[in-house]
């Protein structure tokens, strides 16, 4: 299985930065992607951020410009630098990565247990 550990997430006020870390660990063959999402209660997980081994980005809208994803492939880590927070960023940030446990598996998607981020005056 694979495990993944976020740290970084606060309590700031608009305007601010943050920077979220999430390492993964445990049986890794191999690792497609990882990023972020995002979840307020009572809306559905949604996209925040993600990068693949290869370098491609993707990035909700909401995001372009104030937030920049990165990875250590080495360390299999990846980070969220959030700048320019507003209160709508305000969620439960979940780490997340596609990534396969053995030759013979498939790729499976994994979960950090969610780190909270808020955003307020």
């Known amino acids: 299985q694979v495990q993944l550990v976020e740290s970084g997430g606060g309590l700031l006020q608009p305007g601010g930065s943050l920077r979220l870390s999430c390492a993964a660990s445990?049986?890794?063959?191999?690792?497609?992607?990882m990023g972020w999402y995002r979840q307020v209660p009572g809306k559905q997980r949604e996209l925040v951020a993600t990068?693949?081994?290869?370098?491609?980005?993707n990035y909700v809208d909401s995001v372009k410009g104030r937030f920049t994803i990165s990875r250590d492939n080495a360390k299999n880590a990846v980070y969220l630098q959030m700048n320019s927070l507003k209160p709508e960023d305000t969620a439960v940030y979940y780490c997340y990565a596609r990534a396969a446990i053995n030759f013979w598996s498939g790729n499976d998607d994994y979960w950090g247990q969610g780190t909270q981020v808020t955003v307020s005056s």
């Open positions: 445990g049986s890794i063959f191999r690792i497609v992607a």
């Open positions: 990068m693949s081994t290869e370098g491609r980005t």
